[in-house]
């Protein structure tokens, strides 16, 4: 059959549904909109009497690390615990298995029991693409920033022998991350996904990166876009920079193009320089693998997922299920979420006990190194790697320790 060119162009029908698509988009971003001018401030930690950790294990390695991190939790938080102040929890559920079977993200019975803690300690979850396994529901990750609006990932960076202390900021709630599992197939030849940025969302991750610089003593902020390229997202977020920067006059500025970013951060020359950096969702999240590559892989960052009620621990890796199904998940790496869970120490208040665990997993992984872990049966199992960091946390000398390595 011919099928007349005028036919073969009509695709008003198409159009007409993604318009619909768009405009539900839109009033669903004008909501949130409305909703984050009235959220309030920051908790105060301090201020509660009651604090309840939530630990979900997640996939995978998750549940073999996750484990661990609880255990030096345990040890650190002894004391409140047994008077009560705090309470450690696990939340069953957050597993592939069952968000497959649900068809969601965060089924919603798990997702009232996260909301009934004020911190939570996660490990990997699996995040389906179209043609694995898995129905292609939205990341788990992704969906918990969303739900419990954990707009601020901060994930530090740090190799002292090079002069190198990075703190990234990236938003975590916009971008292209914000409604990627809301693109649209027009037809089979054209896909299309949007990109959204606000200005509250925009201003309060980049405030949160000033505030820092300035409260850190680190006084200076990169700021990584795209803006001569994607113009209306990237370029709102520099210019929110621009007018925030104003506020914060003791506190150095500039801005750099995502592309030589990621060439500058191996300029061993130049990268010294680089302190706390605020960038919007993906370019911080393929930035943050790089840098954290740089410090020893993946596998050794921690990464914190902040909002004004909630907040949220996590490893910078994924679920590695390849480990599971060649049965050396025992010998996952769990130094990742043990910093993690020095991250969440440090935001309900107990910065003493943070820093405490920072020397110590820095004295086991970076300087005498009695255990290694290879991920195979010829390094040590995590369950040891925990021990070994929870011996090193009792011994009265850890300062000195940690002094005689780190001068
Ligand atoms: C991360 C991860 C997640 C992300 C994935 C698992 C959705 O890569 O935390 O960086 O892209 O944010
Ligand atoms: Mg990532």
Known sequence: MIIAWEERMD??????????????????????????????????YARKEH??????GGDGIGPFITREAQKVLEYLLADDIKSGRIEIKAIDGLTIENRAACMQAIPDDVLVE????????KGPTTTPREGDQWPNIESANVAMRKALDLFANVRPVSIPDQGIDWTFYRENTEGGYAVGSQGVHIDDDLAIDFVVATQQGSERIIRAAFDYAQKSGKKKVTVVTKANV?????????????????????VEWDDWYIDIMTAKLVDEKRRQQFKVVV?????????????????????????????????????????APRMVDEGRAQYADP??????????????GYHEASQKL????????EYEKKLVLTGRPDGATGDAYAQYVMDTLSRDDLNEIYAFYAK
Do not use: W
């Open 335 to 348: 130094s990742s979420i043990i910093k993690a869970a020095g991250m969440l120490l440090d935001h309900i």
């Open 11 to 44: 695709h008003s029908k198409e159009i007409a549904a993604a318009k619909e698509h768009f405009g539900k988009i839109l009033t669903e971003q004008l909501e949130r909109i409305d909703r984050l001018k009235s959220e309030g401030d920051f908790v105060d």
């Open 114 to 121: 996260l909301k009934k803690c004020d911190v939570i300690l």
């Open 358 to 365: 920072t020397k110590a997993i820095e004295v086991c992984s």
């Open 51 to 56: 604090i309840v950790i939530g630990v979900v």
């Open 230 to 250: 994607i113009k209306t997202t990237d370029g709102k977020f520099l210019d929110t920079a621009k007018a925030v920067a104003k506020d914060y006059p003791d």
């Open 279 to 319: 960038l919007p969702n993906l370019y911080g999240d393929i930035i943050t693998d790089e840098a954290a590559e740089l410090q020893g892989g993946v596998g050794t960052a921690g990464s914190a997922n902040i909002g004004k009620h909630y907040a949220m621990f996590e490893a910078i890796h994924g679920s």
